[in-house]
Nanobody, 125 residues
């Protein structure tokens, strides 16, 4: 199983970025995909997650209304559209999955066995 995150970069406050997570190796596509982020000196926190359909999504309080998660099963890819970015959104963003995480969106990192390599998002003020 592999997760490949990409799309990070350096933007200014108020701008947008779209992250992608390509997943390979799972035998089923019903698993949940979670996006987490970790800023220097801080714990890794849950940002958003999506179940097997675009109708099953959850967001952390700090990103609600600004971030949108979506999934393209044909491409085995999950996207995180991030709008109205703020300096406090700066972090390394990771996608994660686990074959036992289905039809739910846990925020506990320990529930996910597979992680992408992370992509850096930096928002300048």
């Amino acid at each position: 199983v592999q997760l490949q995150a990409s799309g990070g970069g350096l933007v200014q406050t108020g701008e947008s970025l779209s992250l992608s997570c390509v997943v390979s190796g799972f035998t089923s596509d019903y698993y949940t995909i979670g996006w987490f982020r970790q800023a220097p000196g801080k714990e890794r926190e849950g940002v958003s997650c999506i179940g097997n359909s675009n109708n099953f999504t959850y967001y952390g309080e700090s990103v609600k209304g600004r971030f949108t998660i979506s999934r393209d099963h044909a491409k085995n890819t999950v996207y995180l559209q991030m709008n109205s970015l703020k300096p406090e959104d700066s972090a390394v963003y990771y996608c994660a999955a686990d074959p036992l995480v289905i039809l739910r969106c846990p925020w506990r990192k320990s529930e996910y066995s597979y992680w992408g390599q992370g992509t850096q998002v930096t928002v300048s003020s």
